[in-house]
């Protein structure tokens, strides 16, 4: 089975604060995603990979950056927290083009809030 | 551009009665079309695909979706409701051929199974 692993379930911290959360898969899969899910609003694209070293903006880049030195390891970095990225952050990976296969591997998420 | 619309934001039916969870998209090209089911604090997992063949799907745990393009529908049903499909759902659109590495997720239906 893929395995997706976010190593943060649960984070708490404050505002201003540099944050770094870090998704590893384990199928050798070209593509990872970040996503934002908030209640009512679904998930929101932040940014993905199609490969190390390489980066694209989804929908809501703003206040958020990537790393991907690694095929396996894809992190999420918050420069400076704010209040309004409490929320839920799901790190997803695919073997081919979306379009064709849609098939998403999620982790289970981590749920950051920001005081 | 594509888009998704989910049109009940909670359902909720009695055990053994049939499920109907209500998705319709707007896409410029020919669409691929998801659903995917998230349980209670864990990450998203594709439930079955539309890919342009059959327009009758099924997936996993009994479920189906019905493709219809006149409609611009792709609803969600289950014969008969288990408790342990309490979850959140959530319909999927990808354009063929444009933005293929993302996917458009809707705001999410929470179905919940009365004993």
């Known amino acids: 089975d893929v395995k997706v692993t976010q190593s943060s379930r649960y984070l708490v911290k404050r505002t201003g604060e540099k944050v770094f959360l870090e998704c590893v898969q384990d199928m050798d899969h070209e593509n990872m995603f970040w996503y934002r899910q908030d209640p009512g609003l679904g998930l929101r694209l932040i940014y993905f990979?199609?490969?190390?070293?390489?980066?694209e903006k989804g929908d809501i880049p703003e206040g958020y950056s990537v790393s991907r030195e690694k095929k396996e390891r894809f992190s999420l970095i918050l420069e400076s927290a704010s209040t309004n990225q409490t929320s839920m952050y799901l790190c997803?990976?695919?073997?081919?083009?979306?379009?064709?296969?849609?098939?998403?591997?999620f982790g289970e998420g981590s749920r950051l809030t920001v005081l | 551009a594509q888009s998704v619309t989910q049109l009940d934001s909670h359902v909720s039916v009695s055990e053994g009665t049939p499920v109907l969870l209500r998705c319709n998209y707007s896409s410029s090209y020919s669409p691929s079309l998801f659903w995917y089911v998230q349980h209670p604090n864990k990450g998203l997992q594709l439930l079955l695909k539309?890919?342009?063949?059959?327009?009758l799907v099924k997936g996993i745990n009994g479920f189906e979706a019905e493709f219809k393009k006149s409609e611009t529908s792709f609803h969600l049903t289950k014969p008969s409701a288990h408790m342990s499909d309490a979850a959140e759902y959530f319909c999927v659109v990808s354009e063929s051929g444009a933005g293929s590495y993302q996917l458009t997720f809707g705001k999410g239906t929470k179905l919940s199974v009365i004993p």
């Open positions: 539309y890919t342009s063949a059959a327009t």
């Open positions: 990979s199609y490969d190390v070293k390489m980066k």
């Open positions: 997803a990976s695919s073997l081919f083009r979306l379009a064709n296969t849609g098939e998403l591997f």
